[in-house]
């Protein structure tokens, strides 16, 4: 159902509040440079730290202004299921085309606790859900296995899958077949995961560089991984260097670079300062290339 290059939205902020007017500047720029889906409210946008009233507020935005022409991902996800329940049928109602369902974090709950919970979201809404899987934040696996039992119900579709792990990947494909969706969600690990079988990525790096993270995802989904390979290895410097320091403050810090949006963000978060200020800069500087002109901003 989902594939291609979707970019995890920064929600960009000003004087304390989310600044509509860019925001709605950073949707018409992302479809602009051919991005093929929009993923708002997810960790790259801050939404730990956003209100309810702000999530909606960002979702019904991006659902507007896209007007259909990309499919949107809203992160409604929870470490509380009846929160994550509040939040989708929120999303839904506000046009969303699917849900993002972060792993819980923090509780660590069960596979068999994992099954539930995500089967109770499910069975709220009429979504498609995508999971997402990233233990380095959550500190909770969801294993092929669960994946395996959750894609049995009609309305998850996929996972984002940011373990790092081409095994659990591989497994994910064998035991769920064709049709269930892997995004990745790692850039640096977008080539790899769609050789196994993947779909395409929730992009971090499509922030600053949408036109050659979709171009890349469309070759491969193409077959054509010789081309595949050459924009990887094209996009690999810029890739690290936005996870320099914890995701997005890299990413956020480059996009006010790029004058999409300014770099103000909230607490805990602080700006990109330094020594990684300056790394950062320096590869924007060598990768210039690959980002958008002045005049495409």
């Known amino acids: 159902m989902f594939s291609g290059a979707f970019t995890a939205l920064v929600t960009p902020f000003r004087n304390g509040e989310v600044d509509v007017e860019a925001l709605e500047g950073l949707v018409e720029f992302q479809i602009g440079q051919g991005i093929h ?3 708002p409210c997810g960790t790259t946008g801050e939404t730990p730290s956003m209100s ?3 999530d909606r507020l960002v979702i019904g935005t991006v659902v507007r202004v896209a007007n259909g022409r990309v499919p949107v991902i809203a992160g409604t996800g929870s470490n509380s299921t009846h ?9 839904e109602e506000e046009g969303a085309d699917g849900s993002l369902q972060v792993a819980p974090y923090y509780t660590k709950p069960t596979q068999e606790g994992l099954y539930r919970h995500f089967t109770a979201i499910a069975e709220s809404t009429g979504l498609p859900i995508v999971l997402y899987n990233i233990p380095g934040r959550t500190s909770v696996n969801i294993s092929a296995e669960t994946t395996a039992r959750l894609a049995e119900i009609p309305n998850i579709v996929g996972t984002k899958e940011a373990t790092h792990s081409m095994d659990l990947a591989s497994d994910i494909r064998r035991l769920c077949g064709e049709e269930f969706d892997i995004l990745s969600g790692d850039d640096s690990l977008t080539l790899p995961l769609m050789s196994l079988g993947g779909r395409g990525v929730i992009s971090v790096a499509g922030n600053v560089a949408p036109a050659v993270v ?12 010789e081309r595949g390979r050459e924009l990887h290895y094209d996009l690999l410097p810029l890739c690290r260097a936005l996870f320099v320091e914890t995701n997005p403050i890299p990413v956020k810090t480059a996009a006010s ?3 999409l949006c300014s770099d103000e963000m909230r607490l805990p978060m602080i700006p990109l300062a330094g020594e990684n200020l300056d790394h950062l800069r320096r590869v924007m500087e060598e990768t210039n290339h690959l980002l958008p002109t002045p005049e495409e901003v």
Not at 83 to 91: G, L
Not at 214 to 225: E, H, K, P, R, T
């Open 257 to 259: 670079i790029l004058g």
């Open 83 to 91: 929160m994550a329940i509040k939040y989708t049928r929120m999303a």
């Open 52 to 54: 309810e009233a702000e």
């Open 37 to 39: 889906g929009l993923v």
């Open 214 to 225: 979709s171009d890349m995802v469309s070759v491969l989904l193409a077959g054509n991984f």
